[in-house]
Each structure stands twice: as C-alpha cells, then as structure tokens.
C-alpha cells in the first residue's frame, strides 16, 4: 500500500497508522527505501513520531526515523512535541533526529534538554546540538562539563565541534583531567583560535611521552589548517615561545618525526593520522628556518608529496639554500622536491643544478628535472634533454619531449639536429617536437626525413612539415606519390589544409593522374573546404569503385547547400550498404525536409547497420 493511500481523507488514524508501518516495515529495500521518500513527502509527522516510540519493530521504527529525517522542516513541530514525551527513549530519538534534520530552529528546544533526568536523552540533546554547530549553546554546553563524565566527554567534543573561542577558557581547565585529556586537546585543535593554540603550545612542551605529543601535534595541526599566518605572526606567549631555544627539545621531536625512517609506533599507528604533516605545518608556521632541512629531507615519504609541495612553496625564496641542497641528498624522494620546488619557485640560478639531475638514475627525479627546466624556461640545457627522448620509462620520454616543445625553438633545434639522429626511434620524438616547436632550421632536417625508409617516419615529417612556413604544398607533394597509402594520405591532408589555390589544382590533377587512389584524394578534397570543388565531387558519386563514392559523400558532407543535399539524398538509394550509411550519417546532422525524407527511407533500409544510423537521427529529431 502507498503512502497516497496512507493520507487517504477516507481513511481514520488506526489505519493510516497500520498502513503506514506496514510499508515502512518491508523486507524489502527497494520497497522499504521509496516509501521513506514519499513518506518523507506526504505522512502525517505526528504518525511518524508514533511509529519511532515503537519497540517492538525495529524496522519500521528506523524508517519513520528516517523519514522524519528527510522531511526536514516539515518534521520540525511533530519532533519537538515529542521532546515532552513520557516515554524517553521516545524524546532522545526525537531529539536524534532533530540534529539529524539540520534545522537550527530546534536549538533552543535541544538545549533545554540539557537539564534532563535521563542521562542517556542528554547525551543524544549534546550530539545533536554538535551536529547543528549551535554556538548559541555553548554557555549552555560548558555548564555541562561539571556533569556525569560520559556527559563532559560528549560535550568537550561537541563544544570542539561547534569551534566557538568562547569555549577555550573553560575547555583549557580539564587538561588535567586525564579522562578527557585527549579530547579536550583535539577540540582546542578544531576550534584553532590563537587562545587555543597558546594553551596546545604550552601543553606541547609539556607532553613528556611520544603519544602526548603526537595528540597535541596533530590538534595544532588541525588549527593550523584554520588560521591565516597573518594571524599568528602577531602571537605572543607560549605560542610564540616555540620559535625560541628554550624550545629545544619540541624541535629535536619535529626533526625526530620528519626524519626517522622507522616513525615511534606511539606516534605512527593504522588508526592514528599521520603526525608529520602537523609537525611540516608547524615548522612553517613558525619559519623554523633551522628546522627547514628537516622538511625538506620529509620529502623522501611519496605520501608527504602534496603536502610539503605546499609548505615549501609557501615559505619561498628563503628555503632555496636548503633545496639547493636537497638535490644531492640520497633520497630520490628528497631530489624530487627539490627539483619541483625549485622550478615552481622560479629559481633560475639553480637551472645549472637542476639539469645535473637529468642523469639521475631516479625516473622520477628525471621527470621532475625536465619539468622545473621548461618551468625555468632552461632552453640552454635543452642538449642533455635530447638524450632523454629515448630513456627507458615511458613517462621520462614524454617529460623530455613535453618540455623541449615548449622551449626556444631555435636552441631547441639546434640541440636536436646536433644530436644526429638516425633511428626511428629517435626521428619519431624529434619530428614529434619539431611539429609542436618549428623554425625554419628545421626544414633541411624534415625534408630528409621524407625519403626515409620506415613509413611512420615519413609521416612525421609530412606533419612536421605542415606547421613550416613558407612554400608547404611544394615541398610535401612529392610525399602524395608515396608508395605506403598513410603517407599518402597525410601528404594529401597537409595540403588540402593550406587551402591554397594551388592545393586546388594539385589534388584536382590527382583525380586525373592516380585513378587507383581517388578516395585519398577525394577525402583531401573535403578538408580543402572550397566550394569549387563540388562539382567534380558530385561527379564522384556516380564512380565506379563504392569506396570512391563513399568517400565523395563523406566530403559532400562538409557543404551544406540545397543542392548537394539534394545529391546526397539520391545517393541514398546507392547499391553498396556503406555508401547508404555514409550518407545516413551525412544527413542526420541536417534538419531539411529533403535530408528528413531521405533518412525516413533509409530508417527502412534492409541492411540493419544503415537502418540503426537513420533511425537513431530521426529519433533525436522527434
């Protein structure tokens, strides 16, 4: 039964409620999961809150809960009233819920049931009020913390949560407590005032065990992520003591995490975040600069990339001695950072050191060098990059091949043609490169490689020849007389793409001279894109081979104009079947008449392939 019949006008309260649970109670999810939607829409809130006071079904009471949930506002009255249940389970689900709908209305009504009998309705009246981030309860919240210590733990996390600076104060007098030490310190952390980090700053010298430090490190860790150092430059007292010597042993610790190759298990463990970012964070916060080798030496950790990435990058030009040394640190990990940092923070100078790691027998390290020189625009290293074109990683080639085709195209040039290559393996990347970085010294060079015996390789140079200035269309018509037919036809776009006069003529008197390779040439035609082509085009689509007429339909299919539509449309009733679905195809990015008719005989069509396209247009059209 639907909860349309459920809200029935006929029906009385016991059945809505019969019907009700019966269809929040299903065994069956699919069926339970829509009708909590539409309940959710449509039931009576007050039926709702019945079906949660429930205990003997369970299932059906976790679907009303639900329900109440999505209903949001609509809930909102139903939910409060039931706060004054007798029943108290009754009153801390509903007050479960009432966090659960993110609807700050119910704050007040929460907050009034901190004073409950039941400690189990106060606790759920804390979480929820966590849930909604009530600042507006946060008096309310800290009178709880002399309560039950269930209580005081759950507010303690709650007043974190709700991330309010007035809560400092009276959060900063539990640090002794050891019950709800830790949690105490992890809701100074997220409430990241500089109040809460002068008492974490204090605490943190104080821990005399690894755990200890660990918790209070990654609280600052999180306040850090919430304050702008604008801020914290301003900091005085036990924050800003950090900075001094008599800091001594906080700092050995942040050197002893960043840098120890087997971390303390008391600070290091699977259900425990990872402490050193907090300790990066921290040392550039307080521009440790005695610290900064340690943060740097962190890079040799993959999983610390992105993050000392930040940290370093934002400390600038003053931690640039200390990746200078970085690059020859043994670490790949460290030789990495270096080289990133370095080139994204534009430090030329150190191009000569970045560039003695091109040799690094790290890929990595190889591919961040080759990186942070195209960032330095390092074009007069561009001839140990050469060699790196044909390095056996996949991701070291295409750095290498990435950032000479950025660079001076005239050093780059230089650096390749000097290199002598031979072997298709290395022609394909220097032509590759050539074609994304030209200069005119470049054309000697290509135009050897037109007569070179591997096909691919002619084909780069035809591509590479393209982007050329100057006289494209001579130099490359040789190459539309290859004997391999992917030359060929790469010669033939190059030049029906110049879209020249002369393109014109040349791939006309092709039509006439190479009858065996008219589809080539027909197919250059249409990139020509020039009216005065269609004539012959049209002529085409009544050649002899179908592959021919295909391809003349294919080109057709760049003009629109009446008439070539109306050719097209004729060459749909075409003997060959791919010829026929070329031209379903063609027609099916028009919306004329005369393309609609003919695609409507074409949806007929007895070859299913060209039937499938037709239909497929005219559906998209309807």
């Known amino acids: 039964m639907t909860t349309q019949a459920m809200t029935s006008v006929d029906a009385s309260p016991s059945s809505l409620e019969d ?28 039926v709702l809150v019945v079906l949660m006071g429930d205990h003997a079904d369970s299932i059906s009471r976790n679907a009303a809960m639900d329900a109440l949930t999505r209903g949001g506002t609509r809930s909102l009255s139903a939910l409060v009233r039931a706060l004054r249940h007798p029943d108290p389970e009754v009153v801390m689900f509903a007050a479960g819920v009432l966090g659960k709908t993110r609807d700050r209305a119910a704050v007040p009504h929460l907050v009034g049931l901190l004073t409950h009998l039941d400690v189990n309705v106060v606790q759920q009246a804390i979480e929820s009020l966590s849930q909604l981030r009530a600042s507006s309860a946060v008096g309310a919240l800290v009178a709880t913390l002399d309560e039950d210590p269930w ?69 600052i860790g999180t306040a850090l992520d919430r304050h702008p150092d604008h801020e914290l430059s301003r900091a005085v007292g036990a924050w800003a003591g950090l900075r001094g010597p008599d800091a001594e042993a906080v700092h050995e610790r942040l050197v002893q995490i960043l840098t120890s190759d087997t971390p303390d298990a008391a600070h290091e463990s699977e259900d425990a975040p990872d402490v050193r970012p907090a300790a990066a964070a921290l040392i550039h916060a307080l521009r440790l600069r005695h610290l900064y080798t340690a943060l740097v030496l962190a890079g040799r950790d993959t999983r610390l990339r992105e993050t000392l990435e930040f940290y370093v990058l934002s400390l600038g030009t003053e931690i640039v001695p200390t990746l200078h040394l970085g690059l020859s640190v043994g670490r790949a990990g460290v030789r990495r950072l270096a080289c990133v940092c370095l080139g994204a923070l534009g430090c030329e100078h150190e191009a000569p050191s970045i560039a003695a790691r091109l040799g690094d027998e790290d890929p990595e390290v190889r591919v961040a060098a080759l990186e942070a020189l195209g960032s330095l ?53 220097t032509l590759e490169i050539m074609r994304a970085n030209p200069h005119p ?62 393109a014109r003529r040349i791939l006309l008197q092709a039509l006439e001279t190479q009858p065996e390779r008219l589809a080539d040439v027909v197919s250059a035609l249409g990139e020509l894109q020039d009216a005065a082509v269609v004539p012959q085009l049209v002529r085409l689509l009544a050649a002899p081979m179908g592959g021919v007429r295909q391809a ?5 299919g760049r003009f629109v104009s009446a008439m070539v539509l109306r050719h097209l449309a004729a060459a749909a009733r075409d003997s060959d079947a791919c010829v026929r679905e070329e031209v379903a195809r063609v027609l099916s990015t028009s919306d004329d008449p005369v393309a609609l008719a003919a695609l409507e005989r074409l949806g007929l069509d007895p070859n299913g392939a060209v039937a499938d396209v037709a239909r497929s247009a005219l559906a998209r059209d309807a």
Not at 19 to 46: K, N, V, W, Y
Request: net charge negative; proline share 5%; with cysteine.
């Open 552 to 556: 003349a339909v294919t080109a057709l």
């Open 19 to 46: 019907a009700l649970r019966a269809a929040l109670g299903s065994h069956e999810r699919d069926e339970r999961a829509s009708a909590i939607r539409e309940a959710s829409a449509t039931a009576d809130p007050e």
């Open 441 to 502: 010294d470049q054309q000697q060079f290509i135009e050897r490689c037109l007569g070179h015996a591997v096909p691919e390789v002619r084909v780069a140079a035809v591509t590479a020849l393209a982007v050329q200035r100057g006289d494209v269309v001579t130099r490359v018509a040789r190459a539309a007389d290859d004997p391999e037919r992917v030359v060929r036809r790469a010669a033939l776009t190059t030049i029906a793409m110049t879209r020249t006069p002369l």
């Open 151 to 219: 209580l005081r733990f759950a507010a303690v996390h709650a007043l974190g949560e709700i991330g309010d600076g007035r809560a400092v104060g009276p959060l900063a007098a539990l640090l002794a407590d050891e019950i709800v030490r830790e949690e105490v310190i992890a809701a100074l952390g997220k409430i990241g005032s500089p109040d809460a980090l002068d008492h974490l700053a204090q605490t943190l010298r104080e821990s005399a065990d690894p755990t200890s430090f660990a918790v209070c490190l990654r609280a």
């Open 377 to 429: 625009r390092g074009a007069r290293h561009a001839h140990r990059m050469v060699p790196l074109l044909v390095d056996d990683h996949a991701d070291v080639r295409q750095a290498a091949l990435s950032t000479l085709a950025t660079l001076d195209s005239e050093v780059v040039t230089l650096a390749l043609v000097t290199a002598r290559p031979q072997h298709p393996s290395d022609l394909l990347p």
